[in-house]
Every structure is written in structure tokens, then in C-alpha cells.
T-cell receptor, first 111, second 115 residues
Framework: LAKTTQPISMDSYEGQEVNITCSHNNIATNDYITWYQQFPSQGPRFIIQGYKTKVTNEVASLFIPADRKSSTLSLPRVSLSDTAVYYC????????????FGSGTQLTVLP | NAGVTQTPKFQVLKTGQSMTLQCAQD?????MSWYRQDPGMGLRLIHY???????DQGEVPNGYNVSRSTTEDFPLRLLSAAPSQTSVYFC??????????????FGSGTRLTVV
């Protein structure tokens, strides 16, 4: 299973763009990169997934360089409600092997 | 509402007691799994199932049993509760594993305390 490394915590202010980088040096060819968000006392919630280059949805963007050894989750114009833990996962497609959740990144948005 | 339903939300057990955590989904998802989350940590996989009648162990399976008799239900059984099993338990489901876990839907969790 590909191991991921993320910063333990980050602070930001309302209205700013936040970029959270995840390192996954031993990512496999078939692996996808997925990001989840978790609020206190709730289960994680799927944010975005990608394989290469850039993916954008209504919530976030995901940037993946050509070597795929890292990825960056970008949250535009964060608000206080974006304060949460963000997990980067690397998963193997077409297999029963499981995704591993690391400790995640605690994002705190300040007023 | 469609989603993953976990019951109970809270439970206190005495050491040595057994109990079953219930998980049900109404999205016709083939894949279901159980995770535990300890304070300040990420989620660790306990058991998972890729379809009715098929289960397998995850990272921390000791002390837990599962079965999958229907697509909808995936109960987690604690055989003899220990204080080390005090944790928050999450059930998750997904349509498939083909894209490495896209669209996992998580339940709201069961907070278990073993005294």
C-alpha cells in the first residue's frame, strides 16, 4: 500500500486559498488519489479524486504532477466551515486491497 | 434518506461483554467496510466485504467478527470487549473498488466505551 505524508496542521484566514500537499513517493501505476474531509463527530466525506494532471469540482481542485509522487488539494476562498481534518488516500484500482487513512491535516480557518 | 445507517450511536460495555454494531446501506453498494478511529488518529480498517458472502480482514481485525449475508447489512461483532476497543467505529460503503475508493459513503459512527 502506498504510504502518504501530509502536514499535521495548517492555519488560514477566511477568504484565502488553501493548498494542502500530500506526498506519496511509492504510488503504483494503477493508484488513484482521493481526498476526504472529516468534521468532528462525523464520518469522512469524499471531496475529490484524480489520477493525473488537474481535476476540479464545485468544492476543490486537485493538482497532480507528471511523476504523481505528490498531489495538492486546493480549497478556494475558505470559510470558517472548512475547518476540518483532510485526508489524502492512495488506492489501488480493481483490487480488494484497501485504502489507508493517515493522520490527516487539521485545517483551522480563522476569522 | 439514502445513505449508511449505523446503530447504536453510543454504547458503554463492561469488559468481557459482547455486542454487535449494526450497519445498513440502501444504495445497493457491493463494497462495505468497518473502520475504527482513536483520538487524534486516522481511520484503521478492521474488516471489509466486496459482496454478500465475502469478507476479509483489514489492518486490525483481532477481537472482531463480521458476516455479510445480504448486500444491505454488514454487522460488526465484538466477541469479548476490552478497554483497548474503546473507539469510534465507522462503517463505509462504495459502489465498487474499481477506482480505488471514489465515493465512499460513511456512516455517522458509533462511539463505544469499554469499562
Amino acid at each position: 500500500l502506498a504510504k502518504t505524508t501530509q502536514p499535521i496542521s495548517m492555519d488560514s484566514y477566511e477568504g484565502q486559498e488553501v493548498n494542502i500537499t500530500c506526498s506519496h513517493n511509492n504510488i503504483a501505476t494503477n493508484d488513484y488519489i482521493t481526498w476526504y474531509q472529516q468534521f468532528p463527530s462525523q464520518g469522512p466525506r469524499f471531496i475529490i479524486q484524480g489520477y493525473k494532471t488537474k481535476v476540479t469540482n464545485e468544492v476543490a481542485s486537485l493538482f497532480i504532477p507528471a511523476d504523481r509522487k505528490s498531489s495538492t488539494l486546493s480549497l478556494p476562498r475558505v470559510s470558517l466551515s472548512d475547518t476540518a481534518v483532510y485526508y489524502c488516500l492512495v488506492g489501488t484500482a480493481g483490487s480488494a486491497r484497501q485504502l489507508t487513512f493517515g493522520s490527516g491535516t487539521q485545517l483551522t480557518v480563522l476569522p | 434518506n439514502a445513505g449508511v445507517t449505523q446503530t447504536p450511536k453510543f454504547q458503554v460495555l463492561k469488559t468481557g461483554q459482547s455486542m454487535t454494531l449494526q450497519c445498513a446501506q440502501d444504495m445497493n453498494h457491493e463494497y462495505m467496510s468497518w473502520y475504527r478511529q482513536d483520538p487524534g488518529m486516522g481511520l484503521r480498517l478492521i474488516h471489509y466485504s466486496v459482496g454478500a458472502g465475502i469478507t476479509d480482514q483489514g489492518e486490525v481485525p483481532n477481537g472482531y467478527n463480521v458476516s455479510r449475508s445480504t448486500t444491505e447489512d454488514f454487522p460488526l461483532r465484538l466477541l469479548s470487549a476490552a478497554p483497548s476497543q474503546t473507539s469510534v467505529y465507522f462503517c463505509a460503503s462504495s459502489y465498487s473498488l474499481i477506482q480505488g475508493g471514489s465515493g465512499y459513503t460513511f456512516g455517522s459512527g458509533t462511539r463505544l466505551t469499554v469499562v
